[in-house]
């Protein structure tokens, strides 16, 4: 199960987190819980780690952070899953490593890195 103190204390310390530290104690714990939610979707309980929940909750406060009607509207057409967009002489391209999940890209190399590990272990020579 997901633990709010030792998320919260992680992200409390790391640089980089205002939006996170602007949040009222409500707030932090509601991010905190979206964060563990949207993971659970996808990878297995035993992998969410303090860390890793605390990478997606960074994430995702600084994606909520996007001022402005343009920023919402850009942030719908990416969760759409669009790959670019272009409107009066202005074009946007999104990353085409992008997922259109809501996963944070450190969660998800962070993944990538343990699959190769796991499956590099495996291999050997049988003498």
Known sequence: MMDFAKTDAYLLRLSGAENYKALTP???EEFVFTAYERLSLYYAESMLTPKVVAL?????TKSAS???EEGVALQNIRKAG???YSLEGVSVTFDDNATGDGIAPD???YFELLESQKSRARVGRLV
């Open 56 to 60: 997606q909750t960074l994430y995702m």
């Open 26 to 28: 409500v707030e932090k």
């Open 82 to 84: 669009a790959k670019s």
């Open 66 to 68: 996007v001022d402005g």
């Open 107 to 109: 969660v998800l190399a």
